[in-house]
């Protein structure tokens, strides 16, 4: 995630690609400018001629507005500024769960956000209730094809009783990656809301048998399963135990 935040002002012409170093190889002399376990949170700007660092947010308005002090006073308005910082927060404590595919790393130059649980919850929060809305409009589509009617609430007992019943079944098997645990499951919950959306979106225009709507969510629950295989196995984890209890629970 952190390589694609520089490639994307490296092509967007805002930051010299030469002058990028990741954490783990960064040159020892600007470390001692550095406040590196903050860096893993936040990442950081380092100026080699004024040795000025700036982090998170501040970096990238620094990148964003090229010196124009008017887009400064644009970004740091109260009304863009506080949804950005929690955004920002969101997904830099989460980064490695949304992103998934890679163990936490060890070593003095990890880098490796903090694990804060305000933060995790919030997420996995968020991504059940995305899901949630999705497939609640997803199966109302359904529903209508073939005559039936099912509780506005139904999907959401779901979505958040999966979670519960996910972390208890991880605290059985590998209770030191709960969290993580939960948060990938999160991500990959959300990756089939997404993959949906299109499909909603699609049926404002065309109208879609209920046939070819479940056929669809299939593929989705197939995409996702991959998903799931791939990042209980980063994490070390039985992913075949974790899939049969959550079919169960389902």
Not at 65 to 87: R, T
Not at 88 to 113: D, M
Not at 151 to 169: D, L, S, T
Request: some cysteine.
């Amino acid at each position: 995630m952190c390589a694609a935040y520089g490639s994307t002002f490296t092509k967007l012409n805002m930051v010299d690609g030469n002058t990028i170093d990741p954490y783990q190889i960064i040159d020892e002399e600007h470390t001692k400018h550095i406040d590196m376990h903050r860096a893993t949170n936040e990442i950081a700007l380092h100026n080699t001629q004024t040795k000025e660092t700036k982090y998170g947010l501040d970096a990238m308005f620094h990148i964003v507005s090229q010196g124009q002090q008017w887009i400064k006073d644009i970004l740091y308005f109260p009304l863009f500024f506080i949804p950005l910082k929690y955004l920002y927060k969101l997904i830099t404590y989460n980064r490695k769960v949304i992103v998934g595919g890679t163990s936490f790393h060890q070593g003095e130059r990890a880098c490796n956000p903090d694990r804060n649980l305000f933060y995790r919850s919030l997420f996995i929060g968020l991504s059940a209730w995305f899901t949630a809305v999705v497939l609640n409009s997803y199966f109302g589509l359904v529903g209508q094809y073939f005559g039936f009617e099912s509780p506005w609430y139904i999907e959401y007992f779901i979505c958040f009783g999966q979670i519960a019943w996910q972390g208890i079944m991880i605290q059985f098997i590998a209770p030191k990656n709960g969290w993580d645990y939960l948060g990938n499951m999160s991500a990959v919950s959300a990756l089939g809301g997404i993959l949906l959306l299109p499909v909603l979106l699609l049926t404002s225009f065309v109208t879609l048998s209920g046939y070819a709507l479940l056929g669809i969510f299939g593929l989705v629950v197939g995409v996702m399963l991959m998903e799931h295989v791939r990042r209980c196995k980063s994490m070390q984890l039985g992913w075949w135990l974790l899939f049969l209890g959550s079919c169960i629970a389902i």
